[in-house]
């Protein structure tokens, strides 16, 4: 009987999610950047074609999609969490820093690695001299805080429609410090996100002047964030409700 009474009292515990989602909003708090929401199902306008993703567009393809019927009014679940940075440009104008934990959709097949829906971070920095030095910055002071390591960046040139230049950006290892191991596959980094400087088409989509505004935005997996900093190596695990994960954090 007594042991019943303890299962009773039992305490709660946070997803490792919602945690990780807490201290994100948390450390960009600090550095001026208010946390946004927006809507999971989107019109084609603001997930792909103010991205600079017109419909002929063969960027297209990267974004695997769930269309909504009827087909004729172009509704999906949101493939990303950049249609948000419009909505937050239309909303809130220039200057802005904000940051949007979301769920998105891909319509993939499943396997360790890969979900239909999974978490994502979207970051969005507007200033009149921004620049990619101002990424690095933010994002290496976060990385530093989130992983409570200090952690330098390298970014490496890549395309996304919605960015002139693209980046993605890595991080030395958290484990190693960039010596090598097998978390870093010997490389002494860690790849962990696409970024770059916002394409003048989609300030000015956002109805922001980009003769005078310049600014960043990036996008990362949140899962990915929490296989490296709780090691949970399988996607699925986050998502299928077992206590026994949970119970751990
Ligand atoms: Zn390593």
């Given at each position: 009987?007594?042991?019943?009474?303890?299962?009773?009292?039992?305490?709660?515990?946070?997803?490792?999610?919602?945690?990780?989602?807490?201290?994100?909003?948390?450390?960009?708090?600090?550095?001026?950047?208010?946390?946004?929401?927006?809507?999971?199902?989107?019109?084609?306008?603001?997930?792909?074609?103010?991205?600079?993703?017109?419909?002929?567009h063969p960027?297209?393809?990267?974004?695997?999609?769930?269309?909504?019927?009827?087909?004729?009014?172009?509704?999906?679940?949101?493939?990303?969490?950049?249609?948000?940075?419009?909505?937050?440009?239309?909303?809130?104008?220039?200057?802005?820093?904000?940051?949007?934990?979301?769920?998105?959709?891909?319509?993939?097949?499943?396997?360790?690695?890969?979900?239909?829906?999974?978490?994502?971070?979207?970051?969005?920095?507007?200033?009149?001299?921004?620049?990619?030095?101002?990424?690095?910055?933010?994002?290496?002071?976060?990385?530093?805080?989130?992983?409570?390591?200090?952690?330098?960046?390298?970014?490496?040139?890549?395309?996304?429609?919605?960015?002139?230049?693209?980046?993605?950006?890595?991080?030395?290892?958290?484990?190693c410090e960039?010596?090598?191991?097998?978390?870093?596959?010997?490389?002494?980094?860690?790849?962990?996100?696409?970024?770059?400087?916002?394409?003048?088409?989609?300030?000015?989509?956002?109805?922001?002047?980009?003769?005078?505004?310049?600014?960043?935005?990036?996008?990362?997996?949140?899962?990915?964030?929490?296989?490296?900093?709780?090691?949970?190596?399988?996607?699925?695990?986050?998502?299928?409700?077992?206590?026994r994960l949970?119970?751990?954090?």
């Amino acid at each position: 009987m007594k042991d019943e009474g303890k299962e009773k009292n039992k305490k709660g515990h946070l997803h490792p999610m919602t945690l990780m989602v807490n201290d994100i909003a948390t450390i960009f708090r600090k550095m001026g950047f208010a946390i946004a929401e927006g809507p999971e199902i989107e019109t084609e306008h603001y997930n792909f074609d103010a991205l600079n993703i017109p419909e002929w567009h063969p960027a297209r393809d990267m974004w695997d999609t769930f269309w909504l019927k009827p087909l004729k009014d172009r509704k999906l679940l949101r493939t990303h969490t950049s249609p948000v940075q419009l909505r937050y440009m239309e909303k809130m104008g220039a200057p802005l820093r904000v940051v949007v934990p979301g769920k998105v959709y891909r319509h993939e097949a499943t396997d360790a690695t890969h979900e239909a829906q999974f978490y994502q971070l979207e970051g969005l920095m507007i200033e009149e001299n921004c620049s990619l030095a101002h990424f690095k910055g933010v994002l290496e002071q976060f990385f530093s805080e989130f992983f409570n390591t200090k952690v330098s960046m390298r970014l490496r040139p890549s395309y996304f429609p919605f960015v002139e230049p693209g980046v993605e950006a890595d991080i030395t290892c958290i484990k190693c410090e960039g010596i090598g191991c097998s978390m870093c596959k010997q490389t002494g980094w860690i790849e962990l996100m696409g970024a770059g400087m916002v394409h003048p088409k989609v300030l000015e989509w956002g109805g922001i002047d980009s003769k005078k505004y310049k600014g960043f935005a990036f996008g990362a997996g949140i899962d990915r964030l929490g296989v490296l900093k709780y090691g949970i190596d399988n996607i699925r695990i986050s998502y299928n409700g077992d206590l026994r994960l949970t119970n751990q954090f």
